[in-house]
């Protein structure tokens, strides 16, 4: 599988910038009603495209995040208070925006009891209260791997249940340092033994070998993970982790292939691939299957 060099950012990755006024509508609903999107605070290059869409990302428990993964441009430090009016404003952001198909993420939490669990479930509650045919699909963090926060997650009942697992086995003390790879295996087969669509995400260019990825996707296919997405890595800084390789569309393309081929029932891989970017058409897919194997 070929790769470029790190010097120069191959032109496959250069994304649409953000003109329509649809982009802007979605930035006024973003700022009037002091929400946070992990679009803006992750740097996504997809920011243009899908807010052009009407789609975005709306991030929980504000946009501090209580953990240092070395990948990854969202603040960290010490988050404020609670903000209990959230849940109802991600709610009617939601409506507002129309969306058929809403993506909510969160900053980590470790300084709550519960990992902001509760917060989590009643923003489903109140986006499925005033959206009620709106796909939910939550992205969340692994609550330390206690299965007690994450049942109150799963008993607000969300459509779609994404949690990643960033990178393989042997990097993940030195990309994401608080996480680790068996915790997130057992978040996604507990939420699938409750019968859960689950799905997941990898980046790649960030240091990993080719035989790692592929048992990162076996392991996740043998606790029978539905949906998975493939990434380039982007260092957002000179501070964040170095850039390993750029990874071609090419193996991207080889990398779906094979994840259909162990059994995913949706692979969206591609360089500017995101965990929410297309999550939408990933759910369309996903009902189209069931329908027709149903
Ligand atoms: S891929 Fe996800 S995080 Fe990036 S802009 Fe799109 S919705 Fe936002």
Same mark, same amino acid.
Do not use: F, Y
């Given at each position: 599988m070929s790769t470029t060099s790190v010097e120069r950012k191959p032109g496959w990755l250069r994304a649409k910038l953000p003109t329509s006024s649809k982009y802007r509508e979605v930035r006024d609903l973003v700022d009037q009603n002091a929400l946070h999107t992990v &679009?803006? !605070?992750?740097? &996504?290059?997809?920011?243009?495209?899908?807010?052009? %869409?009407?789609?975005? $990302?709306?991030?929980? =428990?504000?946009?501090? &995040?209580?953990? !240092?993964c070395t990948f990854c441009a969202i603040q960290t430090g010490r988050p404020p208070e609670l903000d209990l009016g959230e849940p109802a404003r991600v709610a009617e952001a939601v409506r507002k925006m129309g969306l058929k198909h809403a993506v909510i993420t969160s900053v980590a939490r470790d300084d709550l009891k519960d990992g902001g669990a509760s917060v989590w479930a009643a923003t489903v509650r109140a986006i499925r209260y005033r959206n009620p045919g709106t796909g939910i699909e939550i992205l969340i963090p692994d609550f330390r791997g206690k299965p007690e926060p994450l049942d109150v997650v799963l008993?607000?009942?969300?459509?779609? =249940?994404?949690?990643?697992?960033? $990178?393989?086995? %042997? =990097?993940? %003390?030195?990309?994401r340092k608080t996480a680790n790879y068996n915790t997130t295996l057992g978040v996604l087969r507990h939420a699938k033994s409750r019968g859960f669509t689950t799905k997941s995400? /990898?980046? =790649?260019? /960030?240091?990993?070998?080719?035989?790692? /990825?592929?048992?990162?996707?076996r392991d996740l296919r043998a606790i029978d993970v539905n949906i998975l997405t493939i990434g380039q890595y982007l260092q957002p800084t000179p501070k964040h982790r170095p850039l390993d390789r750029w990874v071609t569309p090419e193996e991207f393309q080889e990398w779906k292939d094979f994840g259909l081929s162990i059994g995913f029932d949706v692979v969206e891989s591609g360089p500017l691939v995101r965990s929410s970017y297309h999550a939408d058409e990933q759910s369309a897919m996903l009902q189209e299957r069931g329908a027709r194997a149903g």
């Open positions: &679009c803006q !605070s992750a740097h &996504c290059p997809n920011l243009g495209e899908c807010w052009s %869409r009407r789609t975005a $990302t709306l991030m929980i =428990l504000g946009e501090v &995040c209580t953990r !240092s008993d607000a009942r969300p459509d779609i =249940l994404n949690h990643n697992i960033e $990178t393989v086995e %042997r =990097l993940q %003390r030195p990309v995400g /990898i980046m =790649l260019g /960030i240091g990993e070998q080719h035989e790692e /990825i592929a048992k990162t996707l």
